[in-house]
């Protein structure tokens, strides 16, 4: 028994620990989008799908010892996968369909690998049920959750504040090693038990004892139930993490709260029923509550606002309580233990296609994130037909009536809320969603009064607004006023040079390139093409603008690596992913990509505006490292139009120092104790949080 328990729980330590790890390594190379996670996501459920079905195939179609032969060489043949390292000939060029990019690396990357650790949930319980047949052997799928759990929240404060992305690799891959070992002798273990020789009378694949088979009914359940504990997770995930930075502690919170839950339905001791923790009495009132809640809450606007404090929690509990009754209810249809397999594998088909339809589909089909509120519907749906299908004795009598009153309205409600959501208002004149986010360019007056202002959203950052009143639409606002760092340094080179070239990282309105002059240059650095297309068509920064103006589509630091030194005099980075600088922008190895492509006395200077993450102080330690000085420029307009603004300048030009520092804007950086600064392969939030 110690075999089995020891694979399954190294295998699902194994199986999430990669997640973050390979994220983390292919992150800086697509941006560092949240879709990239989303991506991954996606990644590794279809290769789960595909790991059961291989484990189900396996344990109905060959004989014990053909099991044993075939699994061990296929493990044995996987070690040639590793180390688990991104080559960087999968790093992406401008024109690289982000999506198709990131599964292909990854299925050569971690494929296999990640292929065979997906079988061993299944596969591992099959033969534990024929070597125990009375024993409770869905209890190793909650070890498993359990250990899938401890990995997940190991990696943010004792894995990645402590141990480098290469060395991380090649430590996950030398436990690897060790599971192959675990997977081999497990699978020889099973086929010199003694109770095989009973389980090989009329068919080689019958394992535990006989139960009644699983109605059509009962596998169309567990794939839907499956589906929906998926889509609520990504779409959940999707909302969180376009509204914080795309970093693996947030992404994580989503997915820790949904393996509690499968810990918890698939505790079945001798104290709990077939669904464990969960009971329809609690969850599916709970869920009804906090349906009308979050329903009410959307209407309102105020769970899509960026008081995490308020929306974070929210919406985790509701993730939560939504997950324990998808999960519950997939406990308590539970087969007998020989259509183990067809249960696993009609789970995985689920996740799949929860996977495929919030990564892949919802970006082409919806302008928006409609599949949250869907998922909250579908759950309120299925929520109703669990308690009419409930049988008479159980909530029926009590609850019933009520809760599914209840549920009917409210899905009415949140039908009609998505329709609304659907169409644009009278505000919007466009919405657009690709892989990288949903944008909304949105105007709030059509008279184009002097108090009218056009801007552009991603998800519900704004990231950049004009006035529509001519008069007005040529002055620089927001987070680019004249007192800004940004703005008193270009207007230090102005003053020194006929003719200066700005190099920009992250283009939102282009609101900077208002202060350019005829002789002046600006090459702009931009992610996502759809929004220079918005800029040049909705605003008028960028048609207006004296300057010359150049483009290039995709990643700001991969496109600089890649050219020749541009020589400019200032280099802007400002690439915003929601409300945070995208952490590759930010590292050591970023600064000397920077340098280069500035002159000797050039600067780079960095928006470090954030609510929630305190940045000057690691752009302070990485300037030191290169021998350079930071002045940070905390400008605090009283203008209406102004927006309080922190940049921090980093340069080797001693003129431009003094001049910053002769500003009543200027602010020493406090020094946060015991902190690295960041490289490619350490970054940690945990730094720098406010």
């Not at 009153?405 to 009415?412: E, F, H, P």
């Not at 307009?637 to 603004?645: C, N």
């Amino acid at each position: 028994m110690f075999y089995f328990s020891a694979t399954i729980f190294t295998s699902a330590f194994l199986l999430f620990m990669v997640q973050p790890i390979i994220a983390k390594q292919i992150l800086p190379w697509f941006g560092g989008s949240s879709a990239v996670w989303t991506t991954c996501m996606v990644f590794f459920q279809m290769i789960l799908l595909l790991g059961y079905w291989y484990a189900d195939f396996v344990v109905r179609k060959l004989t014990n010892r053909t099991q044993a032969i075939f699994h061990s060489t296929v493990v044995i043949f996987s070690l040639i996968c590793l180390p688990i390292i991104a080559s960087n000939e999968w790093k992406p060029t401008a024109d690289t369909e982000p999506g198709t990019r990131i599964l292909l690396l990854l299925t050569v990357t971690v494929g296999l690998p990640y292929l065979l650790l997906s079988t061993t949930g299944p596969l591992v319980q099959a033969w534990f049920a024929r070597c125990y047949p009375q024993a409770k052997v869905y209890r190793l799928f909650a070890l498993s959750n359990f250990a899938s759990l401890i990995s997940l929240l190991a990696y943010p404060p004792l894995i990645e504040p402590h141990i480098d992305l290469q060395s991380q690799a090649w430590l996950w891959s030398g436990v690897y090693a060790v599971y192959a070992l675990l997977i081999v002798v497990s699978a020889w273990h099973s086929v010199r038990q003694g109770v095989v020789s009973q389980l090989q009378k009329s068919t080689e694949t019958q394992i535990g004892p006989v139960g009644d088979a699983p109605a059509k009914q009962d596998y169309m359940l567990w794939i839907l139930l499956a589906t929906l504990g998926s889509v609520l997770l990504l779409s959940f995930t999707n909302h969180i993490t376009q509204n914080i930075a795309s970093v693996p502690f947030l992404w994580i919170v989503p997915l820790v709260l949904y393996l509690v839950t499968f810990i918890l339905v698939f505790d079945v001791g001798s104290s709990r029923g077939k669904s464990g923790w969960y009971s329809r009495l609690v969850f599916i009132p709970l869920l009804f509550a906090l349906l009308i809640i979050t329903t009410y809450g959307m209407y309102e606007g105020f769970a899509s606002t960026m008081n995490i404090y308020i929306a974070l929690p929210l919406f985790c509990i509701l993730l939560f309580v939504g997950c324990m009754f998808c999960h519950g209810e997939l406990a308590s249809l539970r087969p007998a233990t020989q259509y183990i397999t067809q249960f696993y594998l009609c789970m995985s088909i689920g996740g799949a296609a929860g996977g495929l339809m919030v990564g892949l589909l919802a970006p082409l089909v919806f302008n928006s994130f409609a599949e949250l509120p869907l998922a909250l519907i579908s759950c309120g749906l299925l929520a109703s037909f669990v308690m009419w299908k409930a049988p008479s004795g159980a909530i029926q009598s009590k609850l019933n009536s009520t809760l599914i009153s209840c549920a009917i309205a409210l899905t009415c409600a949140m039908s009609w809320f998505l329709w609304q959501e659907s169409q644009t208002s009278e505000e919007t004149l466009l919405q657009h969603r690709d892989f990288y986010g949903t944008l909304r360019v949105s105007e709030s007056d059509k008279n184009m009064t002097p108090e009218s202002v056009r801007d552009l959203y991603h998800g519900v950052i704004s990231h950049g607004w004009e006035h529509t009143y001519e008069p007005l639409r040529s002055k620089p606002v927001s987070y680019f006023g004249p007192g800004t760092g940004i703005a008193r340094t270009i207007d230090f080179y102005q003053q020194e040079e006929p003719s200066v070239r700005v190099g920009v990282l992250g283009l939102g309105i282009g609101i900077l390139t208002s202060y350019g002059r005829q002789a002046d240059s600006f090459r702009i650095y931009e992610l996502v093409p759809a929004v220079i297309d918005i800029a040049k068509k909705y605003f008028w920064y960028l048609p207006s603008s004296k300057s010359k103006i150049d483009y290039v589509v995709g990643d700001g630091r991969l496109s600089l690596e890649r050219e020749q030194s541009n020589e400019f005099h200032m280099l802007s980075v400002d690439a915003f992913s929601s409300d945070s600088i995208p952490m590759h922008l930010m590292t050591v190895e970023a600064l000397q990509v920077y340098k280069k492509q500035i002159k000797s006395d050039g600067a780079i200077v960095y928006n470090v505006t954030n609510r929630l993450i305190n940045l000057a102080p690691m752009v302070k330690l990485i300037a030191d490292q290169e021998g350079m000085e930071a002045i940070l420029i905390a400008n605090r307009p009283s203008e209406s139009d102004l927006y309080p603004t922190d940049f921090v300048v980093v340069t080797h030009n001693k003129k431009l120092i003094a001049a910053l520092k002769n500003t009543q804007d200027f602010m020493p950086i406090e020094t946060l104790p015991k902190i690295k600064a960041w490289t490619d392969s350490y970054n940690n939030l945990f730094d720098v949080l406010r």
